[in-house]
T-cell receptor, first 111, second 113 residues
Framework: QQQVKQSPQSLIVQKGGISIINCAYE??????FPWYQQFPGKGPALLIAIRPDVSEKKEGRFTISFNKSAKQFSLHIMDSQPGDSATYFC??????????FGQGTRLTINP | NAGVMQNPRHLVRRRGQEARLRCSPM?????VYWYRQLPEEGLKFMVY????????ESGMPKERFSAEFPKEGPSILRIQQVVRGDSAAYFC???????????FGPGTRLTVT
């Protein structure tokens, strides 16, 4: 019940395209869902986050879509750029507690 | 405003030695979390601390690992008698009291030879 499942494991998108990464969870007690971006040799950086009472949140080219009934959420990167090439992790948390991470998606944007 | 600081950034230890990893949270943050990332894997929670208290250590191996966050100074993750399987990147995150956002440091990459 503590798992967060993330797909795909790797993703290649052409420059200017839309990158979509999906996550699913089981624990309905989770109340905060962040996405992190990690470049090689660096720590994860908080990218965008959503609470389950909102179905969508947009910040610049990054959008989270949230489906509470399906217990799924996804990250959309519009107009993907080579600088977006990184590993992306979804996560879930209940309260101010431990983050439960998905397995990660290695995104490559081809120029 | 400095971010989460971790040192050392790289640490090499021989099997059987001790490893000490340090984490200074962001200014004003009183909650510290430690996570471990094995090569090509996601991050796994280890321990959650507040000043002088361990709140949740459910992710910590029962033996050889310990953590503290003293009243003064950085949080310390200590690994005694390291083994090759301890080789990983160890990340510290911090958050302010009453908030859920966690901000990560650059990590300490531990290599056990």
């Amino acid at each position: 019940q503590q798992q967060v499942k993330q797909s795909p494991q790797s993703l290649i998108v052409q420059k200017g395209g839309i990158s979509i990464i999906n996550c699913a969870y089981e624990n309905t007690a989770f109340d905060y869902f962040p996405w992190y971006q990690q470049f090689p040799g660096k720590g994860p950086a908080l990218l965008i986050a959503i609470r389950p009472d909102v179905s969508e949140k947009k910040e610049g080219r990054f959008t989270i879509s949230f489906n509470k009934s399906a217990k799924q959420f996804s990250l959309h990167i519009m107009d993907s750029q080579p600088g977006d090439s990184a590993t992306y992790f979804c996560a879930a948390v209940f309260g101010a507690q431990k983050l439960v991470f998905g397995q990660g998606t290695r995104l490559t944007i081809n120029p | 405003n400095a971010g989460v600081m971790q040192n050392p950034r790289h640490l090499v230890r021989r099997r059987g030695q001790e490893a000490r990893l340090r984490c200074s949270p962001m200014k004003g943050h009183s909650h510290v979390y430690w996570y471990r990332q094995l090569p090509e894997e996601g991050l796994k929670f280890m321990v959650y601390l507040q000043k002088e208290n361990i709140i949740d250590e459910s992710g910590m191996p029962k033996e050889r690992f310990s953590a503290e966050f003293p009243k003064e100074g950085p949080s310390i993750l200590r690994i005694q008698q390291v083994v090759r399987g301890d080789s990983a990147a160890y990340f510290c995150a911090s958050s302010p009291s009453g908030r859920v956002e966690q901000y990560f440091g650059p990590g300490t990459r531990l290599t056990v030879t």
